[in-house]
């Protein structure tokens, strides 16, 4: 299967460690990306390949893959990380057509 | 930096053909290392990957679409395109272009993403 499957929705305390899962067999093949959305904008890509964040993205973001699951952490969540969490894989057949997951909306309390 | 920008009708009929452009500016679509595609979300569905192109030709869609769906690129204008046919409302989405990459080794991302374009189906 290619489908990723995350959690909808998950919460955390201002300042705790929040993990974020995907899971899909298509990431025994491919790292997955993740990406943070905020109403109304695009998303933008915090997370790819084994653990790496683009110029601007907070270390307090990191990612890990275990098996066929892939996780978002961040560690000492801000009010401003509230957002939708998307993660993003290719298909497992090799076609290397791009999926994604449903999304996990992240709420900080 | 990296900038997309998408183009096209904001409403467009039932059964008639839906047509974006993505604008690049700061990278060439004729650039080896990457691929291009375009991504539409839904509050129902979220996001869906439509289709990607490379600037050989080579052409992959999402196969829910492929028969409705066709990508290609303008080297001379640094621009590729979108065109999906027949289209109903369940085809009302938030389309966005966006640089795409993957390789050998498992390394995959879609950076940057265009701000998106609303495109309503609706007589």
């Known amino acids: 299967s290619s489908e990723l499957t995350q959690d909808p929705s998950v919460s955390v305390a201002f300042g705790q460690t929040v993990k974020i899962t995907c899971q899909g067999d298509s990431l025994r093949a491919y790292y997955a990306s993740w990406y943070q959305q905020k109403p109304g904008q695009a998303p933008i890509l915090v997370i790819f390949g084994k653990n790496n964040r683009p110029s601007g993205i907070p270390d307090r973001f990191s990612g890990s893959t275990s098996g066929d699951t892939a996780s978002l952490t961040i560690a000492g969540a801000q009010a401003e990380d509230e957002a939708d969490y998307y993660c993003s894989s290719r298909d497992y057949n090799g076609n290397h057509l791009g999926v994604f997951g449903g999304g996990t909306k992240l709420t900080v309390l | 930096q990296v900038q997309l920008q998408e183009s096209g009708p904001g409403l467009v009929k039932p059964s008639e053909t839906l047509s974006l452009t993505c604008s690049v500016s700061g990278d060439s679509v004729n650039s080896d290392n990457f691929y291009w595609s375009w991504i539409r979300q839904t509050p129902e569905k979220g996001l869906e990957w439509i289709a990607y192109?490379?600037?050989?030709?080579?052409?992959r869609y999402n196969p829910s679409l492929k028969s409705r769906v066709t990508i290609s690129m303008d080297t001379s204008n640094n621009q590729f395109s979108l065109s999906l046919s027949s289209v109903t409302a369940a085809d009302t989405a938030v389309y966005y272009c966006a640089r795409d990459y993957f390789d050998s080794s498992g390394l995959t991302w879609f950076d940057p993403w265009g701000q998106g374009t609303l495109v309503t189906v609706s007589s």
């Open positions: 192109v490379y600037k050989s030709g080579s052409t």
